[in-house]
């Protein structure tokens, strides 16, 4: 059985720092495009941050450009996602996807969803 589940979430003081871990099981990931989103209450889902299968091209959300890094370790079927400065405007569910195909930052393209981590950062 395929899953993914996030963690590494919590409460942050805005200027703080979290890192959020995807861990992949029931197969091999390592030839898939993966991905971070998030959904903050009475919002849609948005895109944050993508990564190719060999985690040599990473995308992300203007909102979150050079404060987030996206990466991944294929040797342990994971994936992660390290956010500094962190704003109150960041908290939302965090998601890790994951797709057998090409990168891509639309999440309806995404075959594969975790259940999602809680991020909370106060002012």
């Known amino acids: 059985q395929v899953q993914l589940v996030e963690s590494g979430g919590g409460l942050v003081q805005a200027g703080g720092s979290l890192r959020l871990s995807c861990a992949a099981s029931g197969r091999t990931f390592s030839d898939d495009a993966m991905g971070w989103f998030r959904q903050a209450p009475g919002k849609e889902r948005e895109f944050v941050a993508a990564?190719?299968?060999?985690?040599?091209?990473?995308y992300y959300a203007d909102s979150v450009k050079g404060r987030f890094t996206i990466s991944r370790d294929n040797a342990k079927n994971m994936m992660f996602l390290q956010m500094n400065s962190l704003k109150p405007e960041d908290t939302a569910v965090y998601y890790c996807?994951?797709?057998?195909?090409?990168?891509?930052?639309?999440?309806?393209?995404?075959?594969?969803w975790g259940q999602g981590t809680q991020v909370t950062v106060s002012s």
């Open positions: 990564i190719n299968w060999s985690g040599g091209r990473m």
């Open positions: 996807a994951a797709r057998r195909m090409g990168v891509t930052t639309t999440g309806t393209l995404y075959e594969y």
